[in-house]
Structures are given as structure tokens and as C-alpha cells.
């Protein structure tokens, strides 16, 4: 009798040993559990989100920048005021580089916003003194038999955009191909600015 008991004291020891002995390893894993899900899903640190707002937000502003500087610079067109100028340009510069299309384009676009001149495109382009037209392709028929190339309408497109080499041109002359008396006259009354091409570009 007293073997059996003791026998069942010490499977009673055993058991709550093996009960404590699994409860601890259980808490170990847990804790090492607990620490590698800390160290997985730890969120960023404060410089770091600030690091990444600041970045973006900069980012977004200077794109707003961006975005409106060209909205600014951009010139919006008529569909007749643009079939215009790519004509008179092809028709002015079509045998220019894409530069020498592009100063065309700005002294027809210089002259609309500068007081000596017509306020509206076409006026610009069509205008006539004492019977001359100011661009002479217009008065001799090259200006409507201007079939417009693929170069001229990247050239001008460009200036829309903001393109502009002509250091406020409001003229340009041909010295080789134009009337020695006009040429005369331009040399008098005109300040010369530069020459690109076939042409030398003239100020007031």
C-alpha cells in the first residue's frame, strides 16, 4: 500500500514538472514570437515618414510649378490663326532650319502683341502699306501654294510652346533675294540684331 502510494505521489511530482516544464518553453516561444513579429512589423520612424511627405511634397509642388510656367508660356491659337502661321512660315522659311522656321514664327508673333502693329494674327500676316504687304508671299501667291511640311509644324508648335531665339524681332529681310531700296530702308530705320540663315533680323 504504501509503495502504491508512493509510487503516485512521485507520477503526481513528475506530471506538474512536465506541466511546468511545457508552460515555460510555451512562454519562450511566445516571447520569441512576439519580438520577431516586433521586429517584421515595426513601423517606419518618424524621420523616415518625414523623409518620404517632405520628399513627395516637394516633388508634387514642383510639378504644380512645372505645370504652370508651361500653361503661362504656352500660346493658344485659333484653328485659322494656326493654319496662318504654319502657312506663312513654310512659305517665309520652308528651305530654314528648324531655328531659322522657329525666328519666323516668333517676329509674326512679336508683331501681335507690340503697339506698331495689328492686334489679331491674320491682320499681322495680311497687313498692307501703301499697297505692299508687310510679308511678301502673301502679295506674290507663294503664302497660299505653301503646302506645310512635318519640319514646319514641329518648328512652330516649338514656339508655342515657349521657343523663342528672337530676341524681340519684329522684322527680317532676305538681303540677297529682297529690293536693294528696302534693304536701304532697313539698314536706316532698324537696328539690326542678328543674322540666322538666309535672313538678318531687325529691330525697332
Not at 512521485?10 to 512562454?27: A, R, V
Not at 512576439?34 to 517584421?40: D, G, L, Q, R, V
Request: with cysteine; proline share 2%; aromatic share 12%.
Amino acid at each position: 500500500m504504501y509503495k502504491r502510494l508512493a509510487y503516485q505521489f512521485i507520477l503526481c511530482n513528475l506530471l506538474l514538472f512536465i506541466s511546468w516544464f511545457s508552460t515555460q518553453i510555451s512562454n519562450e516561444v511566445s516571447e520569441v514570437n512576439i519580438e520577431a513579429e516586433m521586429i517584421c512589423f515595426s513601423p517606419p520612424t518618424i524621420d523616415a515618414v518625414t523623409f518620404e511627405i517632405t520628399t513627395s511634397d516637394a516633388f508634387s509642388r514642383q510639378r504644380i510649378v512645372e505645370y504652370k510656367a508651361l500653361e503661362q508660356t504656352r500660346i493658344f491659337l485659333k484653328d485659322e490663326e494656326y493654319e496662318i502661321l504654319l502657312k506663312i512660315v513654310e512659305a517665309e522659311a520652308g528651305g530654314e532650319d528648324e531655328i531659322g522656321r522657329m525666328l519666323v514664327a516668333s517676329v509674326v508673333l512679336n508683331r501681335i502683341s507690340h503697339e506698331n502693329f495689328p492686334d489679331s494674327l491674320k491682320e499681322v500676316v495680311y497687313q498692307s502699306v501703301n499697297g505692299n504687304y508687310q510679308f511678301s508671299p502673301v502679295g506674290s501667291g507663294r503664302y497660299k501654294r505653301a503646302k506645310v511640311s512635318t519640319e514646319t509644324i514641329e518648328a512652330v508648335d516649338k514656339v508655342l510652346w515657349g521657343g523663342d531665339y528672337s530676341e524681340g524681332a519684329l522684322f527680317f529681310a532676305s538681303r540677297k533675294a529682297a529690293d536693294p531700296e528696302k534693304m536701304r530702308w532697313f539698314d536706316r530705320n532698324l537696328k539690326k540684331l542678328f543674322s540666322h540663315g538666309g535672313h538678318e533680323f531687325f529691330g525697332l
